[in-house]
């Protein structure tokens, strides 16, 4: 994911520059901090710039943007990465479009945070007031007097970039009056929207589902054993039970075959003895 941040000062692009920074993995790239590394470091593009500084003129676009491409060539940049501070003008704009296109890079999105210039101003002159009454020295670059100047200076030179990048549809716009918090949330929304944000995050979470369910599937199967093993476990008790009543049902066959076998003037002789033997008993009881 590559980015720049667009607005004025004040504007709050530091603070969400550092929030993508911490959630993306990106580095936020700036070019003041460029300058200095690539002196300290005393490459050849650094030693240019030292001169150029050492002599009090203001380093030229081609140098800036030499550092810039020493700088996304190196490995913690691979991720992606943040412009801060470049480009200000159009014709830096340009220039990083070239570099960009010779390196096989994109640049993803433009975001502009749009504020309130009076808005910006009152809060500067309300955060003078409270430093004064804490009987603290208020900072140089940070009164409305100041202020008002950075902000000519940015509708004159930075501000024709929107135009710029509204024509080459990379700029996405956000209200950068909101909370700070609705900001990050706004600017994360309309990133995923355009595919700018990598499905990176999402990957170990699927990964993570996979051994679940691998776990989940052993205890269902195991489940489904239990009742065969039980259906199997019930077999031969079935089997007795029908083995007991086909031994009831011989029973009363040889019960009934027993019957029929006998000849029909015993059942006759036995009716008759029975009769005098109920007589005999009549006879007593009425004595």
């Known amino acids: 994911m590559r980015l720049i941040l667009l607005g004025p000062p004040g504007s709050g692009k530091g603070t969400q520059a550092q929030r993508l920074v911490h959630k993306h993995g990106i580095v936020q790239l700036s070019t003041g901090e460029m300058l200095r590394a690539a002196v300290a470091a005393g490459t050849p593009i650094g030693l240019q710039a030292k001169e150029i500084m050492a002599n009090g003129g203001l380093v030229p676009d081609e140098v800036v943007v030499g550092i810039i491409a020493d700088r996304i060539d190196e490995s ?46 009152a809060r500067v002159e309300k955060r003078a007031e409270e430093t004064r009454a804490r009987g603290e020295e208020v900072r140089l670059d940070d009164t409305p007097e ?76 195991a489940v489904e054993k239990a009742p065969k093993a039980a259906k199997k476990a019930a077999k031969p008790a079935r089997k007795a039970t029908k083995g007991a009543s086909k031994a009831k049902v011989a029973k009363k066959s040889v019960k009934k075959a027993a019957k029929a076998a006998k000849p029909a003037s015993a059942r006759k002789g036995a009716k008759a003895a029975k009769k005098p033997a109920k007589k005999l008993t009549k006879k007593r009881a009425k004595r």
């Open 76 to 121: 913690d940049a691979k991720k992606g990465f943040i412009l801060d501070g470049f480009p200000r003008t159009v014709p830096q704009a340009a220039a990083l479009d070239e570099l960009l296109k010779k390196k096989h890079l994109k640049l993803d999105a433009v975001v502009e945070l749009r504020v309130n210039e009076s808005a910006l101003l």
């Open 146 to 221: 100041v202020l008002t100047k950075r902000l000519a200076q940015y509708r004159s030179l930075t501000e024709p970039l929107i135009h710029y990048y509204s024509e080459r549809r990379k700029l996405l716009t956000v209200d950068g009056m909101m909370a700070i918090e609705h900001v990050t949330r706004e600017i994360n929304r309309i990133l995923g929207a355009i595919g700018a944000l990598e499905p990176k995050d999402e990957e170990p979470a699927k990964a993570a589902k996979k051994p679940a369910r691998k776990v989940s599937k052993k205890p269902a199967k």
